[in-house]
């Protein structure tokens, strides 16, 4: 079974609830197969000639959270966030995004929705050729018949926050890779969305541009707070931008969790595999490696003076630079009351093992 966190929210905005996705003439049928008789996917390939895309899918995304889906090419990471504005159609399940029954939307209001409610970047940019930067950020306005004053004066704003402002004049072709991906970034947020689908957005890009874009994008995601649903290959680059990230094999979420939550206690060997070569040291934070204040206490005695105090989501990194320099323990707070105690060896078992403090 998959790990799905219990840390369930009455503010979640988007549910997703039981969705297959099955590719093929066959689908139907192939559907009915896996309920009465558990097919695997492999089964259904050969009886039916059918692609299960995406399997019994059922997640929870909470308002204003970066919820990065991530996995292997072909684990179905793509075709589900596909799902979430219906470019792709379910072959069962259900989808709800802001109380809205994404399914039961017909034609013309499907279209009022993606407007108004959804963006999309795109990892191939997907900018029109023969209109300018301008004219391209303008598009999802011009869809709304707003007139041309209107749009070109909102797309210069946002040209200005992805600080592509004196490039309006230009086209696509004139621009760097990395400068395209924020006229497509610049274009999905031109119309105000709640809501942000970003399909490998900057998996086309070399290292450094590719840094420097994931530091843009949760620059402006603190500003801006969308709720946004961030499709990567890369675990580094989920567990950087990622406040939860979905692990997917075979059409499946294997793992749901904090970046922290998955690295520390992966669900099964996958995932373990998967986590392998991550480093903890961004990753892991104080109060994951801390003991309580009083089990300290019971067993060495009052906490010596003049200790270093860290914030609980100090990261592993800090610690250890700290342990460096001091032998005594390390205290750790929350809103500014203690509540835990690192000491060297709790780090250096967490750094060796990759193992929490009990």
Known sequence: MPSIDDKQSDDAVIKVENVWKIFGENADIAMRSISEEGLSKAQVLERYDAVVGVADVSLEIRTAEIFCIMGLSG???????????????????????????????????????????????????????????????????????????????????????????????????????????????????????EFLLMDEPFSALDPLIRRQLQDEFLKLSAEMKKTTIFITHDLDEAVRIGDRIAIMRDGRIDQIGTPEDIVMHPADDYVADFVAGISRLKVVKAHAVMQPVAKYVASHGELPENTSKVNENESLSTLIHLAIDEETPIVVQSDGVDIGVVTRSEILKTVIEGTEVS
């Open 75 to 193: 684990s179905g990471k793509s075709t589900l966030v596909r799902h979430f504005n219906r470019l792709l159609e379910p072959t069962a399940g259900k989808i709800f995004i802001d109380g809205t029954d994404v399914m039961a939307l017909d034609a013309k209001a499907l279209r009022e929705f993606r407007n108004t409610k959804i963006g999309m970047v795109f990892q191939n940019f997907a900018l029109m050729p023969h209109r300018s930067v301008l004219d391209n950020v303008a598009m999802p306005l011009e869809i709304r018949s707003i007139n041309k004053n209107d749009r070109l004066s909102k797309a210069q704003e946002i040209l200005k926050i992805v600080e592509l402002d004196t490039w309006g004049h230009k086209f696509a072709h004139e621009l760097s890779g990395g400068m395209q991906q924020r006229v497509g970034l610049a274009r999905a947020l031109a119309a105000n969305p």
